[in-house]
Structures are given as C-alpha cells and as structure tokens.
C-alpha cells in the first residue's frame, strides 16, 4: 500500500505549486514585456543607427560630389587647353584620396576631328603612381558607357552601378559622373570620378548592431556594393538571392519589394523559424541601405535576464518549501503528540495527560475541545457504569417474573385413558401475554387458551389475573357463556390501561362426548383438520356486560383438536411470509396419529420454527393439543 | 611478344589519332553566358574531342571593335555563332557564309517600357534603348512597317540605361536582358512588354554559321561539330546544375559579373526557344524556306538588301 504522505508535506507542495504557478506567470509576464520593450528599442535604436548611417556616407558622397563638381566648373572655363585639363584630373587624383581616378570626357567631335577626347587619370593601387591618358578609343567606345551615357541623356548627375575595376588594384569601384552643358543645356562633357566603395564597407561593418546583422548597400538594380573583391555574391542582386531561397518565401518577397521601393521603412519577415526585422531606406542618390537584425540575438539579453529569473525562482521556491515545511511540521507537532493521546483514549485510558499548549491559537482550542471529549467521556462512561447496573437488575426482575409467569401455567398434563392432552409456550419476550390452562371436574374437562394484548410485564400480569379468574369462575360451575360474560366483566373492571384478551374456552364431558365451547375473539380451533364453527364474539375486557354466546358440539373417540394462538400462524420468514392458517391445516391433517400430544406440540413447534428458518420470533407462540381416546 | 606488339600498335595509333585531331575554333555571338551551354558541356564531356575534333571556344570582347562576322571572314574563327538576319544581310552583301545548324526556333526578341504598352504603335516617338552590337536592321523594318518615329539609343551593357530612367523603354532579348532587368528592379508588369512575335515579327534567331570555302572543304569536321553540338546541347538539358556550374566557371574566368539566379533562368528560357513550333520537339530544324522568304522580303523592303540569296545558298 502507497505510504501517504505526511500533512506538512502535502500542504508544502501544494504551497510550491501554487508558488511555482504564481512565480512562472510572473516571469512569464516580466518577459513578454521584457521582450516587447527590448524589440520596440531594437527597432527604434536599428532606424537612428539608419538614419545616422545613411547621413554618414552621403556626407562622405557629398565631398566627392562636390570635388567633381568643382572640377566640372574649372573644367569647363579653361576647356580650350587641353593640356590643362589633363593636368586637371592629375591634381584632381593627386589632392583627392577618396578619388581613384578622373576623367572629363567630352562628346563626340566636340573638338573638330577629335572623335574621342577624355583626358583621364587614374591611381595605380599597388604603386600609388598617377598615371594620365586619353581614355577614348575604338576599343573602348566611352559615349556608350554608363558613366557617360546616363547622364548625358538625362542631363542629371548619377552614380554608377558598382564594377570591378579590372584596370588598376582590382577593386569594387563605383563612379560618380556630372554633365558640364553649355549655355543652351546641351551636354558637352561628362566629368567623373572612380571611388573604391571599401571605405563605405568599413562604414557599413563599423555599424553592425549585432553580429548576425547585415547592413548593406545595393544600387538602383539591386546590386551589392558594401562586398570586397573575394565576396561570393559579387554579380548578385537581391533579387537573384532571392531566388535562391524558398518561392514561397512571401515575406522576404515583400520585404525587397518594399525596400526596392525607395522608400524608409521597417520589415518584420521569418527565414525558417527564425522572425528578424529589416529597416530600410534610400540615399540622395537612389542606392539603398538596410539593416536586419535577427530577433533572438536582440532578445539574448532578455533570454539571460529569463535564466536568471529562473534560477532565482528557483531557489525561492526552494526556499519557499523549506520554510512552509519546518513551520507546518513545529504547527502540526501537537497534532500528532493529540493522535498518540486520543489512541489511549480509544484503548479507555481516559486519564491520559494531553499535549501542553503554550499558544493561544486554533492547536489550543483543539486542545481545549479534546479536553472537554475527555471530561465528556468519562462522565459518559460513568453514567454508562449506572445504567448498565440498573438494566442488570431490570433483566434480572425480568427473568424472576418470567419464571413467575411459567410457573402459573400447568406443566403436568394428566396421562388418562380416555384422553390426551399437552400444551406449551413459548415467549418472545422474557415475558409473554399468552396463557393456557385445563382444569378437570368430574367428567367435564375444561381447556383454554388466550392472547393478551400487548407483551412485556403488563401483558403478563393481565394474563395472570385473567386465569386466575378462569380458574375461579370454573370452580363456580356456571355456564360457558356466564363464564365468559363474568370474566370480560372481572377484566374490564380497573382496565384503565385498554387492554383485551381473547380466549377460547372448551369443555368436553368425557363421558358423553358433549363438547361446549365459548370463543372470544380468539383464533378458530382446529378439530380433526378441519377448523371449527365459531360464532364471533368480542374479546374480553373491552366492553362490560356483553352476552357472550355459547355453542355446542361432540368430540368423539379419536377426535383431535389443536388451540394455538395467533403467534403460529402469524410466524414470519424473513420475506415476511407467514406460516398460515393452510398450513396449520395441512399439519394438522398430516400429523393427527403422533403417539402422544407432547409429541404433537413439539413436532407443530418444529415445523413452526423450520417454516421461520430461524428469523426471530415477534410474538408469543401458544399450543395445545387434545386427543379424545 | 604478340601482347607488347598489339600495345605498341595500339599507343601509335591513339597518337596518330591525335595528332590527326582537326582543329577548330568556334566563337558564340557573345561573352560567356548560359545562351552557350550546350557547347560549353559538348566541349566539357568530350563531345567534341570524340569526334576527333580540338575545338577552342573564343569568345568575342564586349568592346571588341571587330564582328563576329568579320573574324568569320577573315578566318580566325572557323565556325561562329550568328543571327540569321544579320547572315542574310552578310550573304547579300557577297559574304559567302552558310548556316549548318539552326539553334533556336523562334524569336524572344521583346520590348520592355516604363508605361503601359499593348502594340509596336504605342511606343511612337519614345527613346528605346537597344544595342549597339546590331540587330538595329529589325528596329528599321519595325519602324518601316508600323509608320513610327523612335529614338533608338544604342548602348552596350543591356539595361541600366532603364533602370536609371534615361530611356522611354528597351529592347531586349527574353532569354537574357529581360531576366537581368527581372533580377535588377523585380518582376515587370505584362503590360509593360511587347513581345514582337505576337505581331507577326517572328524571326529564327541564333544559327552556326560557316564560309562556303571552309565547308567546301571540311564538310566532314563542320557535321561533327554540329553533331557533337546538339549532343551537348542535349546533355545541357537534362544536367541543368552541372551546366550551370560550367557556365558560372567560365563567366568567373572571364571576369563576368552575373549571378548563377540569372544564368539559370537564361538557360531555362533559351532551350524554351529552341523548342520548334511544328513538331513541338527540339530537333534543331533547318530554317524553312518560308520563314527564310519572309525575312528576306522584309530586308528587301526595307533596303538592307538589294540581291536575294537564295535559301539553298545560305541554309544547308
């Protein structure tokens, strides 16, 4: 069998689990708002750190923008030297570090007979020598570049998509390219200069909020600048890496298409499981800057805070259990010192000393209540001590009146020659109500046999003066009837109580076979299985002076009659069947050859109690068995 | 030793068939890109060398001052890659070049614009970008035909000049141009293209090309160029990820900037015009005599030409 586990234990785990309840909803919540602040923050701090970038490498732009610029002007007021502005993309490489290289080249036959003229200086990467020449030739078509092309169309300045410059160091150049016009607006020159973009990859690398970040830079076709010369994705665009992830991948979709949009913005989008954010925007000059963070390494910090909440639970609760045990087992130790005290009590050591309590709390009044039980029982036990001695007695007059009360009823039935008779009683209670007797004069032989109403002493004693009375008045010689009459009106008399007896009253002259009979209200007598034609009296002591009739018959040789009160045909089974007026019949008819009316008493009583099959009997059982010889 | 005397036999023999190999040098109509794959995994597998031919594939400079043709010509390339156009135009002005092998079947010539487009008519008097390589003949016979004033800005690198805006729209090839301008600024509403064979401008496109001199003698060695060819085009089909991994190696060597995205999808749409119209099959048919007929008559009407070749003189 399962050991149950003791009181402190149970009321301290239940203490720990609802605590641990308590403590997880509240870390539950400390982190959910942990995570939304930290997340709004990172979102917040990763648009200023935009922002700030963005104006850092347009700042940076803005000085190459305005060199060229410059250049474009001077360019332009001494273009009929062209020695000059040879020189002056020269000094143009020479001042500028930022600049790798320099050209101001001109239309088609702007100079008459010079088809190409662009004169143009570039930085050699690994010597840092200027070297200036003449960039246009056949096998390099410069009005068809995009450098020069663009902006001679749109007549706006422009920076070029990224290209690696194969020429010089091998670098990831870019070129920002300004138109000089003329007085009517007609594009004459394209001044330009080459930057390397790894200044702007430094930038960007320098920027990276986390170390998943990416921060880059793409063009207006999508091409990556912030990549240095090894970089996998050289010749990628966002949109070509997006075609190497999932086509159903629609938030990275709409996260390019909203960041190739030109326009600032933020972007949540998931990579597997992974949820990240992107913010986005574009520069002056139409390239475009994003930065995504992934949000688990944003919330690490608040993933750390989370471990140690729970560890710090942890211990709390463990502290928590510790404490509510100790203190619930110091509460709870009287109770068991008051179970040990209550056992003596239970094996009737009522003295036993109780707990001391010292407290004045719920334990004292337990206390205080077992003191009371104690006190209680052994008044309890002591009246009980009385009432048990004063019972004893009871029973013990009981048993004397019982005795009394057989001891009235004849127990010598007379063996003669020319009858038989037998009768026996038995009590349902230590004292019955019913009464039998016989009394024989000369010839004449008396028999009776009656029922008090009521059982007990009063029952009894009714019974005791109702045969002595049947006694006297049998004595007196008088008729059945008068006899009847006398005796209702004897017991009547002072019969405050309600009491009433019936009785059957027969007298045979043996002699003659003359057979004289008075029934009040009693069971019908069985004569030789048959029951016997009564008239119906009252039973006596009910109503003074009533005319009992009397009635006549023979009991010939052989003749068997059979008085019983309602105590055998009222024996019950425990299915409540009773024994039955057909039965009485069917043994009397079965067994009216016994050898002696004893004999015939006994056997009825058997078949009586095995009809019960041992049930307790509930009322007094009254036999008597007459044989006429 | 009869065993050592077999080897020795054998070890002669394998070197005189190597020394015997014919050498070739074809040249694609342009820098390393998937347009060319076939040839590159028919050179790669060995399709080639099996047919006993050492073949070197050239391939021209972006900002090469001398045409395909021209090398064709003037014999340093023995077979190139060509438009049948421009081969036309070539064969009319006396150039003797036959086509031994037509690759794709059909046009993927497109135009793409900035607005809303439904016909060539809508794109009267805009600036169109196309290339300064060619190909300006159908731009003329475009115009010609549809009574349109354009623009035509000629550039080299297919499509910044519309990404930056300095053109109305471009021309542009559906197998390449498109796909970069797809991969540059995302998808390109329908509306903004034409595709010019829904109009009738359907025009076989790329063919290898040869001198008649040259096939008149190596008849044999240009069939087994051919053969091994659509056998290597055939192989490039059904290994798309190694021919991409050839193809993205030769752009790296050759200092081409693409992206695997862009060359996958070129091959993708290239063998889809390779697919002839009639059989529904990639069989490499010959040009018929009435796709042939329409455009010559379309050069005639236009002047390109004065002298009609005849289709058995320029399609073998």
Redesign the interface.
């Known amino acids: 069998m399962k050991r149950q586990k003791s009181f402190s234990t149970r009321l301290s785990l239940n203490v720990l689990f609802v605590t641990s309840v308590l403590f997880l909803l509240a870390i539950g919540v400390a982190s959910v708002s942990a995570h939304l602040l930290i997340a709004d923050e990172a979102e917040n701090s990763a648009g200023n750190l935009l922002d700030a970038t963005i104006a850092k490498i347009e700042k940076s732009l803005m000085e190459i923008e305005t060199a060229v610029q410059v250049t474009a002007w001077i360019a332009d007021e001494n273009k009929d030297s062209k020695a000059y502005l040879y020189e002056l993309t020269k000094a143009v490489v020479e001042k500028t570090d930022k600049i790798q290289g320099c050209a101001i080249a001109f239309a088609p036959y702007y100079f008459e007979g010079e088809y190409y003229f662009s004169p143009y200086s570039s930085r050699n990467q690994q010597t840092g020598e200027i070297q200036t020449i003449q960039l246009g030739n ?4 410069y009005f ?3 450098w020069f ?2 902006p001679s ?2 007549g706006n300045p ?1 920076w ?2 990224p ?2 410059d ?1 020429g010089g160091g091998r670098f990831y150049m870019t070129t920002y390219s300004y138109p000089v016009k003329d007085s009517e607006g007609k594009v004459i020159a394209i001044v330009t200069a080459d930057v390397s973009v790894e200044w702007i990859a430094d930038i960007l690398e320098s920027v990276r909020p986390y170390t998943s970040s990416h921060v880059s830079l793409v063009s ?4 990556y600048i912030n990549i240095d010369s090894g970089s996998s994705i ?4 966002v ?3 997006l ?2 992830v999932d086509d159903d991948d629609d938030d990275i979709d709409s996260l ?2 909203s960041m ?1 949009s030109g326009t600032k913005g933020m972007r949540k989008y998931s990579r597997g499981s992974n949820l990240s954010f992107a913010v986005f925007g574009p520069l002056a000059n139409g390239w475009i800057l994003s930065i995504s963070c992934d949000y688990r390494e944003v919330l690490a910090r608040t993933s750390k805070m989370q471990v140690i909440l729970i560890f710090i639970a942890l211990i709390g609760l463990l502290l928590i259990f510790i404490s509510c045990y100790v203190i619930i087992r110091k509460l709870t130790n009287p109770l068991v010192k008051f179970s040990e005290s209550a056992r003596q009590i239970a094996k009737g050591e009522f003295n036993t000393e109780l707990p001391e309590i010292k407290s004045e709390d719920e334990i004292k009044q337990l206390r205080d209540a077992f003191d009371d039980m104690q006190h209680s029982l052994n008044e309890y036990i002591e009246n009980l001590k009385k009432t048990m001695a004063t019972n004893e007695r009871y029973s013990s007059e009981l048993n004397v009146a019982s005795r009394i009360q057989m001891a009235m009823l004849p127990k010598n039935f007379p063996q003669q020659e020319n009858f038989d008779l037998c009768a026996l009683l038995k009590p349902a209670k230590e004292v019955g109500g019913d009464l039998y007797d016989f009394l024989q004069k000369g010839d004449k032989l008396y028999f009776t046999v009656g029922d008090v109403s009521g059982k007990g002493v009063p029952a009894s004693m009714f019974m005791a003066v109702t045969r002595a009375s049947f006694h006297f008045l049998v004595n007196m010689g008088i008729e059945l009837d008068e006899l009847a009459g006398t005796l209702n009106n004897a017991v009547c008399e002072g019969n405050d109580t309600g009491m009433f007896v019936t009785m059957f009253i027969g007298c045979v002259d043996l002699k003659t076979g003359e057979f004289r009979y008075c029934n009040a209200g009693h069971n019908p007598v069985v004569v030789n299985g048959e029951f016997l034609d009564v008239k119906p009296n009252i039973a006596l002591g009910l109503f003074p002076g009533f005319k009992f009739r009397m009635q006549t018959g023979r009991l010939e040789p052989g003749a068997h009659v059979i008085l019983y009160t309602d105590g055998v045909t009222e024996a019950e089974r425990s299915d409540k069947q009773q024994f039955g007026d057909a039965a009485l019949l069917e043994w009397a008819r079965s067994h009216s050859g016994l050898a002696t009316q004893k004999e015939a008493c006994c056997n009825l009583l058997d078949a009586v109690h095995t009809f019960t099959e041992g049930n307790e009997q509930n009322d007094d059982i009254t036999i008597m068995t007459l044989k006429i010889k | 030793m009869p065993v050592k005397r077999l080897v020795s036999i054998f070890l002669a023999l394998s070197l005189v068939t190597n020394a015997m190999a014919q050498k070739l040098t074809f040249m694609p109509q342009w820098t390393p890109q998937a347009q060319f794959a076939g040839f590159y995994m028919a050179q790669e597998m060995g399709f080639y060398a099996q047919e006993g031919l050492d073949v070197e594939i050239l391939h021209i400079k972006a900002n090469s001052t001398e045409s395909i043709l021209t090398q064709l010509v003037g014999g340093k390339v023995q077979i190139a890659g060509q438009q049948l156009l421009q081969s036309i135009i070539a064969r009319s002005d006396g150039q003797k070049i036959l086509n031994v092998m037509q690759i794709t079947q059909k046009s993927g010539l497109w135009c793409v614009s900035r607005t809303p487009v439904s016909k060539p008519e809508d794109l009267q008097g805009m600036k169109i970008g196309r290339w300064k390589a060619g190909y300006s003949e159908f731009c003329d016979i475009l115009e010609t035909y549809n009574n349109l004033r354009i623009d035509w800005v000629p550039f080299i690198n297919g499509i910044n000049l519309y990404v930056y805006g300095a053109v109305d729209a471009t021309l542009c090839y559906n197998f390449s141009e498109y796909i970069a301008l797809q991969l540059a600024i995302g998808d390109i509403p329908d509306n903004q293209v034409i595709k010019f064979s829904d109009f009738g401008y359907e025009c076989p496109e790329d063919g290898l090309y040869v001198t008649e001199e040259y096939y008149s003698r190596n008849k044999d060695a240009v069939d087994k160029f051919v053969r091994a060819s659509k056998k290597g085009w055939e192989y490039a089909r059904t290994h798309r990820k190694q021919a991409l991994d050839v193809v993205m190696r030769l752009c790296n060597e050759n200092h081409i900037v693409t992206n695997r995205a862009m060359q996958g999808r070129m091959l993708d749409s290239y063998i889809s015009l390779q697919t002839n119209p009639a059989t529904g099959k990639i069989d490499y048919a010959p040009v018929t005599e009435s796709a042939y007929n329409n455009v010559v008559r379309a050069l005639l009407e236009t002047g390109y030409i004065v002298n009609r070749p005849e289709y058995k003189e320029v399609i073998r």
């Open positions: 056949p096998s390099y078509d068809y570049m995009d092309q663009i169309l749109s422009c070029s998509e290209y690696f194969e207006r076709s999508g091409a050289i010749g990628e665009t949109y070509s890496t075609a190497y390019v298409m190739m």
